[in-house]
T-cell receptor, first 113, second 108 residues
């Protein structure tokens, strides 16, 4: 079974530029999560989707971050404009609806210079 | 905001030693999970505990859920270099909230 796919693996941008990350969850998984993991810290939930609807985006900085999950499958997370403090690993995870176990992708390491 | 505090933050031990990592909160969890994360990879689920007082074993790893469902511990017996990694606890309060993690290094 294929796992959660994320791209790109690495991205370096200058501050004030924009960037987008892509996630393809495990087939059949209705729930999709985006987490931000700053070096030395645990992952912080940015947004949770159930199919193509948003369940929780309370910790998403909506002035600069946006996410969508069109058709309830793939998802993109965008940052515009990026700040230095956005440097982190962005993890995508998916799970079956109502099931506790989340499967994570390898993440995208973003460096903002 | 529910907070999960893990301790210690860093742990450096020799191969063969035992260790315990703790996860505490002032809130009651509906369930708690432990994940292990290696550099450059996403977290991988080790165990889910649901019932207060529950103990689960996974080879040399023993997971315990507190009776009041506010705390949990992970005990590793006879640690090996392959156990090196970031250990994360995560509580389910409707959404999955992670602690800050414990970085474990096991030296040969």
């Amino acid at each position: 079974e294929a796992g959660v796919a994320q791209s790109p693996r690495y991205k370096i941008i200058e501050k004030r530029q924009s960037v987008a990350f892509w996630c393809n969850p495990i087939s059949g998984h209705a729930t999709l999560y985006w987490y931000q993991q700053i070096l030395g810290q645990g992952p912080k939930l940015l947004i949770q989707f159930q199919n193509n609807g948003v369940v929780d985006d309370s910790q998403l900085p909506k002035d600069r971050f946006s996410a969508e999950r069109l058709k309830g499958v793939d998802s993109t997370l965008k940052i515009q404009p990026a700040k230095l403090e956005d440097s982190a690993v962005y993890l995508c995870a998916s799970s079956l609806q109502g099931v506790l176990e989340a499967f994570f992708g390898q993440g995208t390491r973003l460096t903002v210079v | 905001t529910q907070l999960l505090e893990q301790s210690p933050q860093f742990l450096s031990i020799q191969e063969g030693e035992n260790l315990t990592v703790y996860c505490n909160s002032s809130s009651v969890f509906s369930s708690l999970q432990w994940y292990r994360q290696e550099p450059g990879e996403g977290p991988v689920l080790l165990v889910t505990v649901v019932t207060g007082g529950e103990v689960k074993k996974l080879k040399r790893l023993t997971f315990q859920f507190g009776d009041a469902r506010k705390d949990s511990s992970l005990h590793i017996t006879a640690a090996q270099p392959g156990d090196t990694g970031l250990y994360l606890c995560a509580g389910l309060y409707g959404k999955l909230t992670f602690g800050q993690g414990t970085i474990l290094t096991v030296h040969p």
